[in-house]
Structure formats: structure tokens, C-alpha cells
């Protein structure tokens, strides 16, 4: 089973909520839902990159 959430399902179910909360949401609702846009763009935006090989952070030489 695929666990990969469809993000372009949950951006379009954001915006949606977004435009109804932006227009009748408390200021704590806006900040949240504008939160979860940004959230929800930076998982689109790992996810479009490139796939890079795994790096060895430890710096010390194999072999």
C-alpha cells in the first residue's frame, strides 16, 4: 500500500478551506490556515527536486 499522501489533493482541499476561512475565519484561523499553505508548498516543492545521493555528513575518508 502506497502510504504517499496526494499532494495535490491536500493543496486543492487547502486552498478550498483557505478562501473560506480567509473570508469568514478569526485572525487565529488566517494565520493558521496560511501556515498550512506554506506548509503544504514546501512538501510540493521537496518533493519536485531532484532525487541526490545519499551524502556522508561524517567527513572521513572510507578505505
Known amino acids: 500500500m502506497d502510504h504517499t ?6 493543496a486543492d482541499a487547502v486552498m478550498a478551506a483557505h478562501a473560506v476561512i480567509d473570508e ?6 488566517k494565520t493558521m490556515s496560511r501556515m498550512l499553505l ?5 512538501a510540493i516543492a521537496q518533493r519536485s527536486r531532484p532525487a541526490r545521493e545519499p551524502q556522508d555528513l561524517r567527513g572521513d575518508e572510507v578505505g
Open 5 to 10: 499522501p496526494d499532494l495535490k489533493a491536500v
Open 24 to 29: 469568514h475565519g478569526t485572525h487565529e484561523m
Open 38 to 42: 506554506f506548509t503544504v508548498g514546501k
